[in-house]
């Protein structure tokens, strides 16, 4: 039989209002998220209303003319792929926590997909909670610099404020769907066992480009007159595709056979416990693996880019207000950077606690045998330290050849500096997700407790 909607989400709405402190925090993250997600989105939507040219009174006029206007849209769009990632790894830290509620519903009846919705839509409306109070800010700091705006400004703030959430609950309900809480308290999620999927999505996105980049280069040859304008965002949007699903092909297969080497050559209790999980479940954080390598691509490749863009502007002795146009540009790319990597090593430590809540019988287990809480913490952190070293060397590589590529071009066969500061790019975000994933030593502490041997 069939359960109303209303009804679920009636139940959401009983099970946040009737959340312990233990649980405030998830629910404080998620709506933190959301109320990022909203305040990259309203942005991108009051500007995609501009026709034409405008002299808007930020960024020295970067926002002026629509060329340069639709490529800051589109960056803002894209940092919202990291931001809907983090609200997913919210989701399904928070499933593993309530597992004891979420089995309540089961002995009441409640269908296994009925307890993800629940728990989705609970996601639903902690992002409700943060898109109210970012539109809210937003549209004040709107109505300062646009004494008038459109009625397509107010669609789209509207669309904004409502897609939100509803993305929010979407992105919960596909990070649940291999979620499955049983009657008896138990709650665990089942994984893919092979890399099959982002195989195929990879395959599937280079086909797209391939399809899009001829019709793309023909459109750009035959100059700006033409009508049909989709190739080209079209050609991006598949090169990001395959870059990510890529970068999750690699995260998998780079944990897999780390963690295939070190189970026959460990020499210490806490690389062996760390293999085995590693071998065991490869694809546990791919997809966060995934965003670090994403966002080390881009740093290093635009450390490189801005370099050998500041030589060339320099070297052409543009006046004042030309330099700070580009400096501002510029800028605002390494802030989406910079952000896109808050995001993305957030998103590192929810799912590194996730995993932990997952595995804390076998962790409490582990603890009352006798492994020391030392074994357990390096154990932890050499899960995200093994395969995150060699995929971040690549992912690395390829940023600088990026960066030497374009300083190449802009040479025009003068003295090219190749841009070694971009080498400290790869280290420095090695360094920042293992102190991410440091944050859930004290819940390391607390998860491995003999108490949770009593509902194992």
Partial sequence: MSVPVQTDLRLAWQLTRGSDRRERWRIALTAAGAALATGLALPAAALASLQGGYAIP??????DEPGTRSGVIVGLLLLLVPVLGF?????????????????????????????????????????????AVATVGAV??????????????????????????????????LALRR????????????????????????????????????????????GSGGRNHWQGPLTVFGLVLAVGAGAVWLAGATARRTGRLLARRARTAAVLIAAERLRDDPWAAARTHAAVLLVTVAGTGFAGI?????????????PAADMAYYTTGL?????AVL???????????????????????????????????????RALLLET?????????????????????????????????VPYGALLVPPAVYACSLLAAATALPLLRRTAGPAELRYA
């Fill in 140 to 173: 004040l700091f709107l109505l300062r610099l646009w004494s008038r705006p459109t009625a397509l400004a107010w669609a789209g703030i509207a669309l904004v404020a409502v897609g939100v959430p509803v993305l929010g609950a979407a992105a919960g309900a």
């Fill in 385 to 417: 330290a093994l395969p995150l070293a060699p995929a971040l060397l690549l992912a690395g590589t390829g940023g600088m050849a990026v960066g030497v590529w374009y300083g190449t071009l802009t040479a025009d066969g003068a003295a090219f500096a």
């Fill in 179 to 222: 979620v499955v809480a049983s009657p008896l308290g138990w709650v665990r999620r089942t994984h893919p066992r092979t890399g099959r999927g982002p195989g195929l999505l990879f395959l599937g996105a280079l086909l797209l480009v391939a399809v899009a980049a001829p019709a793309a280069v023909t459109a750009t040859a035959a």
């Fill in 87 to 131: 609200l997913g790894q919210c989701t399904r830290i928070g499933a593993v926590h309530r597992d004891r509620r979420l089995a309540g519903l089961r002995l009441a009846g409640a269908a296994p997909w009925q307890v993800r919705r629940i728990a989705a839509l609970e996601t639903g409306l902690a992002c409700l909670l943060g898109s």
């Fill in 331 to 335: 800028n605002l790319a390494g802030g």
């Fill in 339 to 377: 952000v896109a990597l808050a995001v993305t090593l957030s998103g590192l430590a929810v799912g590194t606690a996730e995993s932990l809540a997952t595995r804390r019988r076998t962790l409490a287990t582990q603890a009352t045998a006798g492994v020391p809480r030392a074994v357990l913490n």
């Fill in 306 to 318: 801005r370099q050998a863009l500041l030589a060339d502007l320099r070297g052409k002795q543009y």
């Fill in 58 to 63: 930020v960024a020295h006029g970067l926002l």
